[in-house]
Nanobody, 120 residues
Framework: QVQLVESGGGLVQAGGSLRLSCVAS????????MGWYRQAPGIQRELVAI???????NYADSVKGRFTISRDNAPNKVYLQMNSLKLEDTGFYYC??????????????WGKGTLVTVSS
C-alpha cells in the first residue's frame, strides 16, 4: 500500500522560510511526477509546484522565485523550500504523486497534508 507522509509545516512570520518534505513508501509502478498542492479555507486546491521524473519543474505564478521544488528518487522524496513567505501562502499543503500502473492507467496518490500558517 502506498503512503505519502508530509512534514515540515508550521507557523512562520511573513518573510520567513519553511521546508516541506514528503516521503512516498510502498510500491509505485512508474512515477510521472511528484508535486505539492495547497488549499486555503474556502479556496479550491491549487498546484504549487511539480517536478517530473526527468527533473523538469513547474510552479504556480504566485510562488515563482520564492519556492523551489526538488526530489530524491531513492527513496521517493520530494521537498518544497519556501522562502519569503506571504500571508496568502497560508493553507494545507498536500504532497502528490502522479503515476502509471502496470496497465498504464494513471494513478494519483495524496498525502494527508501539512498546515502552513504565515503570520504578520
Amino acid at each position: 500500500q502506498v503512503q505519502l507522509v508530509e512534514s515540515g509545516g508550521g507557523l512562520v512570520q511573513a518573510g520567513g522560510s519553511l521546508r516541506l518534505s514528503c516521503v512516498a513508501s510502498g510500491t509505485i509502478f512508474s512515477i510521472n511526477s511528484m508535486g505539492w498542492y495547497r488549499q486555503a479555507p474556502g479556496i479550491q486546491r491549487e498546484l504549487v509546484a511539480i517536478i517530473t521524473s526527468s527533473g523538469s519543474t513547474n510552479y504556480a505564478d504566485s510562488v515563482k522565485g520564492r519556492f523551489t521544488i526538488s526530489r530524491d528518487n531513492a527513496p521517493n522524496k520530494v521537498y518544497l523550500q519556501m522562502n519569503s513567505l506571504k500571508l496568502e501562502d497560508t493553507g494545507f499543503y498536500y504532497c502528490n504523486v502522479e503515476s502509471r500502473d502496470s496497465g498504464w492507467e494513471r494513478v494519483d496518490y495524496w498525502g494527508k497534508g501539512t498546515l502552513v500558517t504565515v503570520s504578520s
